[in-house]
Antibody, heavy 123, light 107 residues
Framework: EVQLVESGGGLVQPGGSLRLSCAGS????????MSWVRQAPGKGLEWVAN????????YYVDSVRGRFTISRDNAKNLVYLQMNSLRADDTAVYYC????????????????WGQGTLVTVSS | DIQMTQSPSSLSASVGDRVTIACRSR??????LNWYQHTPGKAPKLLIS???YLQSGAPSRFSGSGSGTDFTLTISSLQPEDFATYYC?????????FGQGTKLEIK
């Protein structure tokens, strides 16, 4: 069974840092792009960042670029989100998601998601 | 960034109703459009990929259509478990963007 499990969320003060982890199992982790998506309280889904299979390409939404860093360890089947200079508006449930495309010409989709981990930024 | 706009933002319907949710992109995205179902406390679930392809395991009452800038998600006969929030998402280019969501409620 394909599974993603996030960890590392919690309460942090504004300006603080947190590192989220996402463990993948049930599939060949190194074959897929991976993404982080968040949902702030009462808001919709927001894509945050993604990383290529070998880690050589990374993309971010403007609101986190320069503060958040996505990385992965394929030997451990882990993807990370290092979050620095956290702000109140970063408060959200953070999901990791597996990206999948049927072939190289097929558009990506997010076919598997974790249950999410809550990050609360507050003093 | 490609802005995605869903309509309506909320919808009240009854079990057995046929429901359609629209999604429009500010620029052409070919068929790079996915639909997700999200229930509070659960992981989002992929329903439709590439605008019209039903994901394995998703019920056949769900269907998607469209290309370019205009897309629709249709539920042919609402079931109790379908009351949730639905999101469209473009994966034509990063930053991947979602619509604001359509909350489907029981009438």
């Amino acid at each position: 069974e394909v599974q993603l499990v996030e960890s590392g969320g919690g309460l942090v003060q504004p300006g603080g840092s947190l590192r989220l982890s996402c463990a993948g199992s049930g599939f060949t982790f190194s074959r897929n792009w991976m993404s982080w998506v968040r949902q702030a309280p009462g808001k919709g889904l927001e894509w945050v960042a993604n990383i290529k299979q070998d880690g050589t390409e990374k993309y971010y939404v403007d609101s986190v670029r320069g503060r958040f860093t996505i990385s992965r360890d394929n030997a451990k089947n882990l993807v990370y989100l290092q979050m620095n200079s956290l702000r109140a508006d970063d408060t959200a449930v953070y999901y990791c998601a597996r990206e999948y495309a049927y072939n190289s010409t097929w558009p990506q989709n997010f076919d598997c998601w974790g249950q999410g981990t809550l990050v609360t930024v507050s003093s | 960034d490609i802005q995605m706009t869903q309509s309506p933002s909320s919808l009240s319907a009854s079990v057995g109703d046929r429901v359609t949710i629209a999604c429009r992109s500010r620029q052409r995205i070919s068929n790079s459009l996915n639909w997700y179902q999200h229930t509070p406390g659960k992981a989002p679930k992929l329903l439709i990929s590439a605008a019209s392809y039903l994901q394995s395991g998703a019920p056949s009452r769900f269907s998607g259509s469209g290309s370019g800038t205009d897309f629709t998600l249709t539920i042919s006969s609402l079931q109790p478990e379908d009351f949730a929030t639905y999101y469209c998402q473009q994966t034509y280019t990063t930053p991947y963007t979602f619509g604001q969501g359509t909350k489907l409620e029981i009438k």
